[in-house]
């Protein structure tokens, strides 16, 4: 059972930076395919960026925040980032951390595909 903890949500200015974390318990992050989805209230949950455990780790990003985002990995603490830069109102959303365990390189940008998910961190970005 893999559990997810998230933190690092907050209020902002447009422009304004944030980082996201997500702590990994249960599995270790060469294991799973990882990613970065976020909400807002009567919205589908939207995909803004996966990782695989396998393979070269090569992220994608929604277009949206490309060059913006950046996510991470700390190996050794088990823990996933999601640098947030030059952030807009638009990307006031609840952010969730997923992961599902594979072998594969691949990781699908749909939220269904992924069967665990943290509790979400709010970010906030005021105009």
């Known amino acids: 059972q893999v559990q997810l903890v998230e933190s690092g949500g907050g209020s902002v200015q447009t422009g304004g930076s944030l980082r996201l974390s997500c702590v990994v318990h249960?599995?270790?992050?060469?294991?799973?395919?990882m990613g970065w989805f976020r909400q807002a209230p009567g919205k589908e949950r939207e995909w803004v960026v996966t990782?695989?455990?396998?393979?070269?780790?090569?992220?994608d990003y929604v277009d949206s925040v490309q060059g913006r985002f950046t996510i991470s990995k700390d190996i050794p603490r088990n823990t996933l980032y999601l640098q947030m830069n030059s952030l807009k109102p638009e990307d006031t959303d609840l952010y969730y951390c997923?992961?599902?365990?594979?072998?594969?390189?691949?990781?699908?940008?749909?939220?269904?595909?992924?069967?665990?998910r943290g509790q979400g961190t709010q970010v906030t970005v005021s105009s």
């Open positions: 997923t992961a599902r365990q594979t072998s594969h390189d691949y990781c699908s940008s749909s939220p269904l595909w992924y069967p665990y």
């Open positions: 249960g599995d270790t992050m060469n294991n799973l395919c």
């Open positions: 990782i695989a455990g396998a393979g070269d780790g090569t992220p």
